[in-house]
């Protein structure tokens, strides 16, 4: 009996475990990257150099890891590797000295976590039967997305308590000296985070390693599908790559400038920057199951449309950032748009790709649009630099963010050349009539 039939075509409790093992460890530490950076005092050009080399490893790789493990039949193992070498690599960043030195140990720790990506998706959607298939990435994200919140938050508190590292240096003893050495103040906020990083990462690690795995079809032939072959064919998985491409870039200009926004302009702290990402996770979170339920009754395309057409928004309100609360808006904005649209983005490629190469279609997805997302990133951080002498240092970020909504409006529309690989049950208007309809003491008809 296979893994999937034990279920009913459902994921095992244990997916669920080591996905908001995984997730914990990532809001431990992710949130803060980009105002470590700055703490160091990097440019807008190595702040964007940051963000673009976390997408080189993923963009290079991830096509070798996810075709890999398809052609294996044991994505388990990429993942029990991937998971742990990616997140113990976290404990590294605590001897960056410089920027530069924090972006090459950073990329070294996206090459691993590249290795986790697509081998994870392509694991869990052996498991899930075709029927649950957004209901089921909902559920998990849900639970998830809340183990991130709660660890973004358990990060933010800790840096709000200086006095923290100091007690465990004492209490320790010699061991503690070792673990926690003497260093600046603004750096030792970061000493727990990273550290609890890696002792969850280990454990996600083992705990996957209980996981029962969809057996591989041993009567169907697994090939390495290469990158080339697979954009090539036409169909509606090329389409999906073509109209992300715009939107993909549009997206990623903002990214080098948010942390600059809540570090530098508004002199957030680290539990302001942590409870800004609390609450787009918790956002997503509450709106993940509702709109994965949807998406299996009327179709991925409509809330992957709903999802990037929201996203504009948040760059301008970052732009006009006046206060912490603007902040706060933004993030909600964004966690409204995540769930809407990402794991519709995800289900609508494990719609169109071949059962037997799913992992090879994510990774090159992620690929593509990592390759999108460098170029993006790199671009608005050199561009910054170079009209810094004319606009000032504010004005730049200024005019970077207000560019990057612009484009994301107006990219969204490529969205709605998406064709749905099957019908649905409803429509996306029917629903949101039979709800207004529901409301109002009104007939469900529609």
């Known amino acids: 009996m296979s893994a999937e039939s034990e279920s009913g075509g459902r994921l095992p409790a244990r997916v669920f475990l080591v996905g908001s093992l995984t997730r914990f460890a990532q809001g431990l530490y992710q949130p803060f990257l980009g105002a470590y950076l700055i ?25 070798l890891w996810g075709a890999g493990s398809d052609r294996v039949g ?8 991937g998971t742990l070498t990616g997140l113990f690599t976290v404990l590294l960043f605590l001897w960056a000295a410089t920027p530069i030195d924090m972006i090459i140990l950073y990329g070294i720790q996206s090459l691993l976590l590249s290795i986790q990506i697509p081998t994870w998706l392509s694991l869990i959607g052996g498991l899930i039967d075709e029927e649950h298939r957004g209901t089921e990435l909902g559920n998990l994200g849900i639970v998830t997305n809340v183990a991130s919140l709660l660890a973004t938050l358990l990060s933010g ?15 320790l003893g010699d061991i503690g000296f070792i673990l926690f050495p003497t260093v600046e103040a ?31 079809d041993k009567t169907q032939k697994r090939t390495f599908p290469p990158i080339h072959r697979i954009l090539s064919r036409p169909g509606d998985f090329r389409r999906l790559c073509a109209v992300a491409t715009m939107f993909s870039f549009s997206m990623s200009m903002a990214w080098p400038f948010f942390s600059v926004v809540q570090r530098v302009w508004l002199q957030n702290t680290l539990l302001e920057i942590a409870i800004a990402s609390a609450i787009m996770t918790g956002v997503t979170v ?3 199951g509702p709109l994965g339920r949807l998406s299996d009754r009327v179709g991925r395309k409509p809330l992957i449309i709903m999802g990037r057409g929201t996203l504009f928004t948040v760059p301008i309100i970052y732009a006009f950032a006046t206060s912490t609360i603007h902040i706060y808006i933004a993030n909600a904005i964004a966690g409204f748009a ?62 970077m963010l207000l560019v990057s909504g612009i484009m994301r409006l107006v990219s969204t529309g490529f969205y709605t050349l998406l064709r749905e690989p099957r019908e649905y049950s409803s429509t996306l208007r029917a629903e949101v009539l039979a709800l207004l309809g529901r409301r109002t003491g009104g007939s469900d008809r529609v």
């Open 39 to 63: 703490d160091m005092g990097a440019t807008y050009s190595e702040l964007s150099t940051f963000r673009s080399v976390g997408n080189i490893a993923p963009t290079i790789l991830q096509p």
């Open 74 to 81: 044991r994505a388990k193992a990429f993942v029990v590797f």
């Open 157 to 171: 508190f800790i840096a709000g308590f200086p006095a923290v590292i100091p007690y465990l240096r004492q209490a």
């Open 186 to 216: 603004w750096r030792e906020a970061y000493y727990v985070p990273f550290y609890l990083t890696a002792v969850v990462g280990i454990t996600s690690s083992i705990v996957a390693l209980t996981i029962r795995e969809k057996p591989p």
């Open 286 to 288: 509450v709106f993940t």
């Open 338 to 399: 995540i769930a809407g649209a990402f794991n519709a983005l995800t289900a609508y490629i494990y719609d169109v790709a071949p059962e037997n190469e799913r992992g090879a279609y994510l990774a090159v997805y992620n690929t593509f649009t990592g390759t999108v997302f460098l170029a993006g990133s790199l671009f608005a951080g050199i561009i910054a630099d170079l009209i810094v002498p004319i606009v000032g240092s504010r004005g730049a970020v200024f005019v």
